[in-house]
């Protein structure tokens, strides 16, 4: 798939008959990740996944994302996306709009970070002081709401600039129109293998679960398992072992990073900081 093509289905304005459609004649879900990088780099992670938990499964399923964070919230809490990539409804909120845990990505536990260039002056984070500071948006919680409830706590007060995703925050950071960013520890690794850019790290949270992939009560149980089935199943097909090489490589994840089953429980470092707000 061509980036120009990629960037059409992540938009979201592919239909049946455009170019990421699938010949199935069942039924039909969307899926929404989380905007943790820019939507090509999304689109081009996602598609082939999609693709092939798509004819694995025997359901189409079709990305959806908004341009920003902002609107990728809005797009989820007005209703009709099937499958999310987020840690956002992990909440009562989330409990009472239908969303449970079915899945994760098999990777090792993510910190909230504060960082900044390897080569700034700034070292500490109490001098970040009345700075500007990039986020990927006001609904993030790792790269935003964490790292902003620890500046609080410590009397540390920044001026926010919401980037829109996390690439963007950082590209914000490497252009020096701020002084640090509020990150995910796994997308500052991963950006850091893609570009080659060094960071500072100021501070680290406590270690929490990647990212879930949770569906909607609405999809009937039987299309969840066989979705997830297909998912989780990637990693011991050799098809499906090459996708997630090639994905894991180019989005600078560990090589092959794959899926495995889960479930609320797994999740209630971020449903204690979310009662504890």
């Known amino acids: ?131 500007p500071v990039a986020f990927p948006g006001p609904d993030a919680v790792i790269p935003y709401k964490i790292p902003t409830a620890h500046l609080q706590q410590r009397g540390i007060r920044v001026q926010p600039l919401f980037a829109g995703n996390m690439d963007a925050a950082f590209a914000r950071l490497i252009s020096r129109s701020v002084a640090a960013a509020g990150a995910n520890s796994q997308l500052v690794t991963g950006f850091s293998r893609r570009e080659g850019t060094r960071f500072r790290v100021l501070w680290s949270s406590d270690p929490l679960p990647d990212l879930a992939l949770m569906a909607s009560d609405r999809m009937p149980r039987q299309h969840q398992i066989a979705i997830v089935e297909a998912l989780t199943g990637m990693s011991r097909d050799p098809e499906g072992l090459t996708i997630l090489r090639a994905v894991s490589q180019a989005f600078g994840l560990p090589e092959a990073a794959g899926f495995v089953t889960a479930s609320d429980a797994e999740y209630l470092p971020y449903r204690k900081y979310a009662a504890s707000r």
């Open 1 to 131: 798939m061509t980036n120009r093509r990629a960037l059409v289905c992540a938009l979201g304005v592919a239909t049946v008959a455009g170019p990421c459609a699938w010949a199935h004649h069942g039924p039909k879900y969307k899926f929404t990740p989380a905007n943790q990088a820019s939507l090509t780099a999304l689109a081009a992670y996602w598609n082939p996944i999609l693709d092939y938990v798509s004819r694995r499964s025997g359901f189409h399923v079709q990305l959806r994302i908004g341009r920003t964070a902002q609107e990728t919230v809005k797009l989820v809490l007005a209703g009709g996306i099937d499958l999310v990539f987020t840690n956002q409804l992990l909440t009562p909120e989330g409990d009472r709009l239908g969303w449970r845990v079915v899945a994760r990505r098999d990777t090792p536990p993510v910190s909230a970070q504060l960082v900044t260039l390897a080569d700034s002056a700034i070292s500490s984070d109490s001098q970040l002081e009345g700075l």
